[in-house]
């Protein structure tokens, strides 16, 4: 009997499309455009370093850059895609909607769902994890403050591993693109 995931099994791990992209003036705002979001104010930050990982329907990502405004529109059509964010370092502020915003720390935890108005904004250098998927249906989104949700430093530890760590034990191997 094969292992799942060798190439006698019959099955083949997706292989992670892994980018490494950093960024310069009005190419942030470019990245962030194809990912849905508009940077506000007029201004793009002048730095931004993103690793991005995609396989099938997730996209994960690590995004640091300096003081920034960013916004998505509600949206119902297409496929929304849910997002997860950990907040790394630096301080922002997220606003759902039209609701107040709530301030976002170190190991603040949201959760975005698909199709949520939403804007970001950070008037220094921050850090965060982004993780998108397929939606599924959620009712509202939530934000979770650092020590109220020890999974913060899992997310934090797989992800870090995602980027450093090679694909081994016979599925496919790491792809780097740029995006």
């Known amino acids: ?5 060798s190439p006698s099994s019959g099955h083949r791990d997706p292989a992670w499309n892994i980018a490494r992209v950093p960024l310069t003036g009005s190419a942030i705002a470019e ?4 990912r849905g979001m508009d940077v506000r104010g007029g201004t793009a930050p ?6 991005e990982a995609q396989v099938a329907e997730v996209s994960v990502r690590r995004i640091w850059h300096t003081a920034l405004s960013v916004s998505r529109a509600a949206t119902n059509t297409g496929s929304p895609r849910d997002t997860l964010i950990v907040q790394v370092a630096g301080e922002a502020r997220l606003s759902l909607g039209d609701d107040a915003a ?8 949201v959760f975005l ?32 403050g650092a020590g109220e949700l020890v999974s913060a430093s899992m997310i934090l530890s797989a992800v870090n ?19």
Not at 31 to 34: C, D, E, L, R, T
Not at 162 to 171: A, I, M, N, R
């Open 1 to 5: 009997m094969s292992a799942p995931g």
């Open 31 to 34: 990245w962030f455009a194809a």
């Open 46 to 51: 002048s730095h931004a370093f993103i690793d």
């Open 102 to 109: 709530v301030a976002l720390g170190p190991h603040a935890v």
């Open 113 to 144: 769902p698909g199709g949520q108005a939403f804007s970001l904004v950070s008037d220094e250098p921050t850090a965060r994890i982004e993780i998108d998927y397929r939606a599924h249906d959620r009712a509202a989104a939530w934000v979770h």
């Open 161 to 179: 591993a995602l980027f450093h760590t090679p694909v081994s034990g016979g599925g496919a191997p790491m792809t780097f693109v740029k995006l």
